[in-house]
Every structure is written in structure tokens, then in C-alpha cells.
């Protein structure tokens, strides 16, 4: 189970930080990361961290986003700087479990951006 946490609202160039931990059966995940979707659109990438450390950005957000986690505790978070009116979205917390190819999805998590 994925808990998403750190959405709201927040005027155009504030930042938020998101939080995911996971919880229950205790698979070895390997990547996290978050999407966004709006709607009538589909799921985007946001950013993704390995369990080593590597990441992955949208070209959109490089330089304002920062993903990070810890392993200790099974959380990924995403700090969002300078955040723009279209990324209005909800937010969904992701991780992997490679050995059982486990894709696991949190509820989401609504992130506003407005004045």
C-alpha cells in the first residue's frame, strides 16, 4: 500500500514537498517515483529515483523538482519549487517490486496551483 501525503494548494511559484511511504508486505522495491494526470489526459512522468540513488525527470520539471527517498523507510519525496498553473494535477506515488514485476499505485494526490 502506497500513502500519499503533501498536496494542496499553492500560488504560482511557491513549492510544496509530496511524501509516499509504503507500507505492508515487505517486497523489495526497487524504483519509485511520481506521475501527474489532469483530466481528459493521460498519466505522465514526473520523476523516478531507483533504490540506488538514479533519477529521472520530465525535461519540464528538471531543475525545480527534486526526488529523493529513503530506503530505510520505504518513502519517496518530491520537493517542487517554482511550481506553474499547469501543473495543477493530481499526483500518484509509484514503486516497483522487480522480482514479482508488482506495479503499485497510490490513491493520489491533489497538488493546485492557482492565485
Known amino acids: 500500500q502506497l500513502q500519499a501525503s503533501g498536496g494542496g494548494l499553492v500560488q504560482p511559484g511557491g513549492s510544496l514537498r509530496l511524501s509516499c511511504a509504503a507500507s505492508?508486505?515487505?517486497?523489495?522495491?526497487?524504483?519509485m517515483g511520481w506521475y501527474r494526470q489532469t483530466p481528459g489526459n493521460e498519466r505522465e512522468l514526473v520523476a523516478t529515483?531507483?533504490?540506488?540513488?538514479?533519477?529521472n525527470y520530465a525535461d519540464s520539471v528538471k531543475g525545480r523538482f527534486t526526488i529523493s527517498r529513503d530506503n530505510a523507510k520505504n518513502t519517496v519525496y518530491l520537493q517542487m519549487n517554482s511550481l506553474k498553473p499547469e501543473e495543477t494535477a493530481i499526483y500518484y506515488c509509484?514503486?516497483?517490486?522487480?522480482?514479482?514485476?508488482?506495479?503499485?499505485w497510490g490513491k493520489g494526490t491533489q497538488v493546485t496551483v492557482s492565485s
Open positions: 529515483i531507483t533504490r540506488g540513488g538514479s533519477t
Open positions: 505492508g508486505r515487505r517486497f523489495s522495491i526497487d524504483a
Open positions: 509509484h514503486a516497483h517490486v522487480p522480482d514479482y514485476d508488482i506495479h503499485y
